[in-house]
């Protein structure tokens, strides 16, 4: 039988509720054998980060421990250093897991409508299958053309992507998460505990090493 692993990159700065949320949904939608948390190094699109990568990686750890599922948190993109290329990301791990494996890389909608400005994105198809998670309402016409054209060519079932190693695409249109790590940093900053939205043990971790003041 193929052997599955989702993948979930972010930065995690900090890690939240939507990030497990989408972790498990797409969990049990391609009935994976394994979660990969890969916390980003030095993404080149996103300014400094709040938290060091070491932090960040920790918090990633505890925010996805006790899941019904197997989780690893994958560190290569902190340990690579450098700026951080998904495609480089997947080109290890395909080279690590074998050419049978079903990789899944998964995503909220906002990286979907930039995924044309990344580096050698069209290469990401050869390497995984792309997964989307998006709010009730989201159609592919809200992506960039090129995006959207190759989005709706390599549409495929749950049942093909678990069954294929790499080359499809798959949008799940039903998962309402409306919480994202900027917002959920003005709260710290401001005084505030979103405690609604970030997982106690997270929560303590900021506290206990002062960050986001």
């Known amino acids: ?25 797409f969990m049990r939608l391609l009935g994976a054998d394994e979660l990969r948390v890969l916390p980003a190094g030095a993404p080149w699109q996103k300014a400094a980060l709040g938290a060091a990568p070491e932090q960040r990686a920790e918090m ?79 159609t592919l016409d809200q992506l960039p053309p090129a995006v959207a054209q190759e989005m709706a060519r390599r549409a495929g079932t749950p049942e093909q992507l678990r069954n294929t190693p790499a080359g499809l695409a798959c949008l799940a249109p039903d998962l309402a998460l409306d919480m994202s790590s900027t917002g959920i940093r003005a709260a710290l900053q401001r005084g505030n505990k979103p405690d609604s939205l970030i997982s106690p043990v997270v929560l303590d971790y900021i506290e206990q090493h002062n960050l986001y003041k």
């Open 1 to 25: 039988m193929t052997y599955r692993v989702a993948l979930l990159g972010g930065t995690f700065d900090p890690v939240h509720h939507g990030h497990v949320a989408l972790g498990a949904h």
């Open 60 to 138: 990633a750890g505890l925010a996805f421990a006790g899941q019904p599922f197997k989780v690893v948190v994958d560190t290569q993109e902190i340990t690579r250093g450098g700026p951080t290329y998904t495609v480089e990301t997947l080109r290890a791990l395909r080279a690590e897991l074998g050419p049978e494996t079903s990789i899944a890389f998964l995503m909220g909608a906002d990286q979907l409508r930039r995924l044309d400005t990344w580096r050698d994105w069209h290469e990401l198809f050869g390497l995984a299958h792309i997964c989307a998670a998006a709010r009730p309402g989201f």
